[in-house]
């Protein structure tokens, strides 16, 4: 058996071991695509409204693709980084539903013989929703006129209005029936909490 076999076999034992651990973990290659996901990765998906981004479909995709435009150099630079250095990296950010608010740890490592990454995203935090989230209803406020997009905070999820875009309320029930026009962005609490490099500049 030579070397290359013998690495396919060894990665195909990790990729074994790593399907059914309960945290969404992901490959990236040196172009950052998606080269595999495990089942928590689908889990997650089907749970939070995203069918349409099961790893059948996700595979081969650039992981960016999937990451709002306003956090996209923030990931490209810690990617990178671990490309280069080999030293791992770790960020926690939030992503809560309707009813849950959660908070994911997520570690990245490179990856030594495919010169790519392997991305665990490990739940930190779920506990329900306190009162200090007040739901909102469904508003025309949350529409942009023109163009009926509705934004959502990629993390805390509360929705941004557009009479006053400072503004950002929690309207649950944009999670649980997301509108066609839907975008993310990133609201000043979750900027200035999980990406204060961001907010600085």
Same mark, same amino acid.
């Given at each position: 058996m030579d070397r290359n076999t013998a690495f396919m076999d060894v990665e195909g034992?990790?990729?074994k071991n790593l399907e059914d651990d309960p945290s969404v973990i992901y490959f990236l290659? #040196?172009?950052l695509h998606i080269t595999h996901c495990n089942a928590a990765w689908d889990r997650f998906a089907m749970e939070n409204g995203g069918q349409n981004l099961n790893r059948q479909y996700m595979v081969g995709k650039p992981v960016l693709d999937s990451v709002p435009q306003v956090l996209k150099s923030f990931y490209i630079k810690a990617y990178q980084k671990v490309l280069a250095s080999r030293k791992p990296w770790a960020h926690t950010y939030e992503c809560s539903s309707a009813n849950t608010f959660r908070t994911f740890h997520m570690s990245v490592y490179s990856d030594l013989e495919k010169n790519g990454l392997l991305v665990v995203n490990s739940l930190s935090v779920e506990? &329900?929703?306190g009162r200090d989230r007040e739901p909102h209803q469904v508003s025309p406020v949350y529409s942009a006129p023109? #163009?009926?997009?509705v934004t959502l905070c990629s993390h805390c999820?509360?929705?941004q209005r557009v009479d006053h875009k400072e503004i950002w309320d929690w309207?649950?029930?944009y999670l649980e029936r997301p509108p066609m026009t839907i975008s993310h962005g990133l609201c000043p609490v979750?900027?200035?909490v999980y990406y &204060?490099?961001?907010?600085?500049k």
């Open positions: 034992v990790i990729r290659d #040196s172009q506990r &329900p929703h023109h #163009s009926g997009f999820r509360r929705t309207v649950p029930a979750c900027m200035v &204060p490099e961001l907010f600085e």
